[in-house]
């Protein structure tokens, strides 16, 4: 069945590091998103992708970084630029006609900083 | 331009009871509009969407939503609701050609009360 995967689904992270949260998708799909939840605030976006070797930013990305080698992979680094990243994690996935279809999500990761 | 507005973050209902949860758009553009539903510690799933002609829509676990442009509002409804309705909903808006993003709104919890 085709979707999108994200892993781990827990992660804990001590002060002053960098973490690596994965997302693959096996849908054909061009655009990947990476969004931010935090309770009472929805969802936020970090960053996008609708091609591979190009992304944008979105409307949080500090303290972020993304890649997209491949069209399945869109993996999103929490650097320790990131002053609060405790939260909830959602990769999602779309066709170009992404706001005809709508987006396609993982079941998320959810960061905790210890 | 495009936004959502989402009234009320909480919203109880007993068992059996009408749900409503209320969703006001804005764009520049004709909307499409989504209604995503997320339980605990999942991603979101698309419970229904309008794109365009007939204004009322049904969806999944027997919601539907009403698109009504003179009040630029798509609100979600069911006739009774039942314990596994209890969840957070989220409302979405994109604007009709070519790329567009989906911009979401900040949910609402449902709880239903036995």
């Known amino acids: 069945d085709g979707g999108i995967t994200q892993s781990p689904k827990y992660l804990f992270r001590k002060e002053g590091q960098n973490v690596t949260l994965s997302c693959e998708q096996n849908?054909?799909?061009?655009?990947m998103y990476w969004y931010r939840q935090d309770p009472g605030q929805g969802l936020r976006l970090i960053y996008y992708?609708?091609?591979?070797?190009?992304?944008q930013k979105g409307d949080i990305a500090e303290g972020y970084s993304v890649s997209r080698e491949k069209k399945e992979s869109f993996p999103l680094t929490v650097t320790s630029a990131q002053k609060n990243p405790t939260a909830f994690y959602l990769c999602?996935?779309?066709?170009?006609?992404?706001?005809?279809?709508?987006?396609?999500f993982g079941s998320g990761t959810r960061l905790t900083v210890v | 331009a495009q936004s959502v507005t989402q009234l009320g973050s909480h919203v109880s209902v007993s068992e059996g009871a009408l749900v409503l949860l209320r969703c006001n758009y804005s764009s520049s553009v004709p909307p499409y509009l989504f209604w995503y539903v997320q339980y605990p510690n999942q991603g979101l799933q698309l419970l229904l969407k309008y794109t365009t002609g007939a204004t009322l829509v049904k969806g999944i676990n027997g919601f539907e939503a009403e698109f009504k442009k003179s009040e630029t509002s798509f609100h979600l409804t069911k006739p009774s609701a039942h314990m596994s309705d209890a969840a957070e909903y989220f409302c979405?808006?994109?604007?009709?050609?070519?790329?567009?993003?989906?911009?979401f709104g900040t949910g609402t919890k449902l709880q239903v009360i036995p």
């Open positions: 999602a996935s779309s066709s170009l006609q992404g706001g005809y279809y709508g987006y396609t």
């Open positions: 979405a808006v994109s604007g009709a050609g070519g790329y567009q993003k989906v911009t």
């Open positions: 992708s609708q091609i591979v070797n190009d992304f």
């Open positions: 849908l054909n799909h061009d655009a």
